[in-house]
């Protein structure tokens, strides 16, 4: 026993240092204020930017699981049709990251949606790993 732990120590001194390193991978929460009846969101577009989705895509499964109308105004912002909680939208975009950016595998955010025929697929950029995803929402 001592001899494997002697060699294990050896081994892993011959590991680079970023495969020990655990990075958090933080979601931003959104920035917004309500307006009326509305709700307006300024940071929508960089939270995509920075999960690697297209807007569009994650603010139709937002505004489907809200069950509200939203659209994405040409100045950036994003207006959804009805008084929602940051907190609620927050949940959204975390469930969003859930299904359509973390690896299934590894956890990890660096994954990209492919298309192939009828069929898309969650492909991770760091494992490899690949998995068939409910059809674009």
């Known amino acids: 026993m001592e001899e494997y732990k002697k060699l294990l120590g050896e081994a ?3 590991l680079p240092e970023h495969v020990f390193q655990k990075e958090r991978f933080e979601i931003p929460k959104v920035k917004g204020h309500i307006q009326g009846n509305k709700t307006v969101i300024s940071n929508f577009l960089q939270i995509a930017n920075l999960l690697h989705r297209e807007p569009e895509h994650m603010l139709k499964f937002i505004l489907r699981e809200l069950a509200t109308p939203g659209e994405i105004k040409k100045s950036g912002s994003v207006i959804i049709g009805t008084k ?3 907190s609620r939208i927050n949940e959204k975009i975390k469930q969003y990251s859930n299904s359509y ?6 956890s990890k955010p660096d994954t990209k949606i492919e298309k192939e025929g009828n069929f898309n697929f ?3 950029l760091a494992c ?3 998995h068939s995803i409910k059809a674009r929402v």
Not at 101 to 106: A, K
């Open 12 to 14: 892993r001194k011959g």
């Open 101 to 106: 950016v973390f690896c299934y595998e590894c």
């Open 128 to 130: 490899g790993a690949r």
């Open 122 to 124: 969650l492909k991770c």
């Open 84 to 86: 929602v909680p940051a």
